[in-house]
């Protein structure tokens, strides 16, 4: 599969199967974020793969919001859950030492995500970035000391779903249909490309 294959082909996986993913993987995925491009080569992201499948469950129920639901009271059921996360963290201490804007280790995590989830789409599995999670639980829960911030959780396995695309008509809301098969509505090249200037 070529990038822009890869690029059109991929879907954020909500649903996966009961099949472990291989850490030497995640390794993988971790050294093309490593590589991403990083704002003046700065390089203040870490990261945390977790694969241990007693402390999956523990990552996993820090997630406030999964699959346009709010976490169930006694916590996500084990059915589809994610198995392995990818946690992105910014050394704080490192980030203090450059005086820039944060918003450009915010792009930084952002291409680093993105390099991870083609480099495991490209091995066969699916991820979701997650941001809606508590990030004082699962310092916790991973022993993350306080100067790193936690920017990110991605979700990743087998996918046991095939999301839809299809073309979008307002609203752009992702929906369900009566077979559990999500739909994710993406507008137009036409609608968003401008020529050389704005019209």
């Not at 999301?163 to 098969?181: F, I, N, Q």
Request: charged share 25%; proline share 8%; aromatic share 8%.
């Amino acid at each position: 599969m070529d990038v822009y294959e890869a690029v059109t082909k991929r879907r954020s996986i909500r649903k996966f199967k009961d099949i472990p993913v291989p850490y030497e993987l995640l390794e993988r995925c971790i050294n093309g974020a490593r590589l991403a491009p990083t704002a003046r080569n700065n390089q203040f992201c870490s990261y945390i793969a977790v694969d241990d499948e007693q402390l999956l469950p523990s990552v996993f129920n820090t997630v406030g919001a999964w699959a346009g639901q709010v976490r169930p009271e006694n916590g996500w059921p084990p059915e589809h859950s994610p198995k392995a996360h990818i946690v992105t963290l910014i050394n704080t201490c490192l980030e203090a030492e450059f005086v820039g804007s944060k918003r450009d280790t915010y792009y930084d995590v952002g291409l680093a995500a993105e390099n991870i989830i083609l480099v495991a789409l490209e091995q066969g599995i699916g991820g979701c970035l997650i941001t809606s999670f508590e990030p004082s639980k699962l310092r916790q829960v991973l022993n993350i000391p306080d100067n790193y911030e936690i920017a990110l959780v991605l979700a990743l396995g087998y996918p046991d779903e095939s999301p839809v695309l299809e073309v979008a008509t307002d609203p752009v809301k992702r929906w369900v249909d009566s077979g559990g098969v999500r739909h994710i509505p993406k507008r137009e090249l036409k609608y968003i490309i401008h020529k050389n200037r704005f019209p």
